[in-house]
C-alpha cells in the first residue's frame, strides 16, 4: 500500500468546518484508491503560482516525504502542469491532485469496454488544456505518475484530440443502444426509477435491500461506477431500478460529460430516488444535497424526485426532525427509510408508486370465451387490474399505460367481429 502525503491549500476567507469537510473527503479518495495516509498537511494562503502553497511549506512536505518514506503527494486543490513539475522537483515524488486521484480510482473499477472508454476519455479531457506544458517539461525531463504522459512529439495535443474524437464516437454508438434499450422497456410497461446522490449515501445498499440483489457494498467513495438494473413490482406496477455511480462536489464539466452515457441512465429516467445520507451533519447534508441538485439540475428537464433520508438507524427520531428543518427546502417529497434494515420502505414503496407515470383507469367487457380469458390473461401482465367479475360476460376494471388500452380495445373489437361472424 502506497504511503501517501495529503495538502490543502485553504482560502484564507473560507469556512474552517468546511474546510474541515473538503479534507475528510480527501481522506476518504485516498483511502478507497488504495492509499495509506501518514500526514496531513494544510496552509491557509493565497494560492502561489509556481507551488500553490507556499516556497517554504513545499520545502516542508519535501522533509516530510524523506523522513516518512512517502511514495505521492495528493493535493486537494486543482494544480497545473507546471506546479506539478515545480512540486515534483522538490519533494522527489509523485504528485497528482484530486482529479487525477478520482480518475486512478474510476481506472481501478472500470471493468468493461464503455467503462473504460469513459475513464480514457475523462483523462485525455483533462491533459488536452494542458498538452503543450505537458509537451514543453517533458522535453526537460519526464516524469513518473498516473497520468502516463510516456514519450512526446510535436504531434502530441493533435494526437490527443483525434483521439478524444474517436472514443466520443464510440460511446454515441453506447447511448443510442441505451436509448434503443430505454424505448424497449418502455414499450414493454416498465417504468425507469434511478438511485442517484452523493457517493457513499448508501444507495447500493438500499438497492440490494428492494430488489434482493447483492451488489458490492464498502464503505468507500464511487463503489458503483457502472450502473446496474434490476426489476422490482410496485403495486402492480414492473419497475426497472437502477443503481448509478455517486456525485461528489466539485465534479469538473470534462468528467461529468465524459460520463454522460452513464449518467443518462439518471438524467433519462420516469423517476429518481436521490438518496442522502441522513445521519451526517446538518451542513453536510445540505452542502451534498446542493451538489446533487446542481447536478441534476439542468439535466432532468421536470423528473420527480424523491428524497430518500437514509441510514436513520444511525440517529434519534429528534435529530431526523433537526435535520429535515434545517435542510427540508433540499429535499422534495422526503421518506426516511433505514436501507440496512429496511425501515421506512413500505412508505417509501408507497412515494414511488404515487409519482410514476400516471395510467389511465379504464373497464371493459369480454366474451366468456377461450379467447377472452386469454386477454384477460394478457391484462395480468400488462396492467393493473383492480378488479374482475366474471358472468356472462368478463367485465374488467383495470388501470393501464395508453398504448395497452388502446390494444385491449382492439383485441374487444376482433373478439366481437369473430363471434359476429360465426353466428352468422
Not at 439540475?297 to 429535515?324: A, C, F, P, Y
Request: negative net charge; contains cysteine.
Amino acid at each position: 500500500m502506497k504511503r501517501v502525503i495529503l495538502v490543502q491549500r485553504n482560502d484564507p476567507r473560507s469556512d474552517e468546518s468546511v474546510n474541515s469537510s473538503k479534507l475528510s473527503e480527501l481522506w476518504e479518495l485516498a483511502e478507497s484508491a488504495g492509499y495509506q495516509v501518514v500526514d496531513v498537511v494544510t496552509q491557509a494562503k493565497n494560492p502561489i503560482r509556481k507551488y500553490q502553497v507556499g516556497r517554504g511549506k513545499i520545502e516542508e512536505i519535501a522533509v516530510m516525504v524523506q523522513e516518512l518514506g512517502c511514495e505521492k503527494i495528493i493535493f486537494n486543490n486543482q494544480l497545473s502542469t507546471t506546479q506539478i513539475y515545480n512540486i515534483s522537483e522538490t519533494c522527489k515524488c509523485e504528485v497528482i491532485d484530486r482529479f487525477q486521484l478520482i480518475l486512478e480510482i474510476f481506472a481501478t473499477r472500470a471493468t468493461t469496454r464503455r467503462a473504460k472508454l469513459q475513464v480514457e476519455l475523462a483523462k485525455l479531457k483533462y491533459e488536452l488544456p494542458k498538452a503543450r506544458a505537458i509537451v514543453s517539461l517533458l522535453k526537460n525531463e519526464e516524469r513518473p505518475g498516473f497520468m502516463g504522459l510516456g514519450g512526446y512529439e510535436n504531434s502530441y495535443e493533435q494526437d490527443v484530440k483525434n483521439r478524444i474524437g474517436r472514443i466520443q464516437k464510440e460511446l454515441v454508438s453506447a447511448r443510442k443502444d441505451s436509448e434503443s434499450l430505454r424505448t424497449f422497456r418502455h414499450d414493454h410497461g416498465f417504468s425507469l426509477v434511478a438511485l442517484a446522490g452523493y457517493t457513499n449515501a448508501g444507495k447500493s445498499t438500499l438497492f440490494n435491500t428492494l430488489v434482493s440483489e447483492s451488489v458490492p457494498v464498502e464503505n468507500m467513495l464511487f463503489t458503483t461506477l457502472l450502473p446496474i438494473t434490476r426489476s422490482l413490482s410496485i403495486h402492480g406496477r414492473r419497475v426497472l431500478f437502477t443503481d448509478t455511480v455517486g456525485f461528489i462536489e466539485g465534479l469538473p464539466h470534462w468528467l461529468v460529460d465524459a460520463f454522460r452515457s452513464t449518467l443518462d441512465e439518471i438524467f433519462l429516467a420516469d423517476l429518481i430516488l436521490l438518496v442522502v445520507d441522513a445521519s451526517e451533519p446538518p451542513e453536510t447534508i445540505r452542502q451534498k444535497l446542493a451538489t446533487s441538485h446542481n447536478t441534476l439540475w439542468e439535466q432532468i428537464e421536470g423528473v420527480s424526485i424523491v428524497t430518500v433520508l437514509n441510514k436513520t438507524d444511525l440517529i434519534t427520531e429528534e435529530e431526523l426532525k433537526e435535520r429535515i428543518a434545517l435542510v427540508g427546502y433540499l429535499t422534495p417529497n422526503p421518506v426516511a427509510i433505514s436501507g440496512k434494515n429496511g425501515t421506512g420502505l413500505t412508505a417509501l414503496m408507497d412515494e414511488i408508486y404515487q409519482h410514476l407515470p400516471k395510467w389511465k383507469r379504464d373497464s371493459i367487457s369480454l366474451p366468456m370465451s377461450e379467447e377472452g380469458l386469454s386477454v384477460v390473461s394478457w391484462l395480468f401482465d400488462e396492467a393493473v387490474v383492480h378488479k374482475i367479475d366474471y358472468s356472462d360476460q368478463i367485465m374488467v376494471d383495470f388501470e393501464a399505460r395508453d398504448e395497452i388500452i388502446s390494444k385491449v380495445k382492439a383485441f374487444r373489437k376482433e373478439l366481437l367481429q369473430s363471434h359476429d361472424c360465426e353466428s352468422i
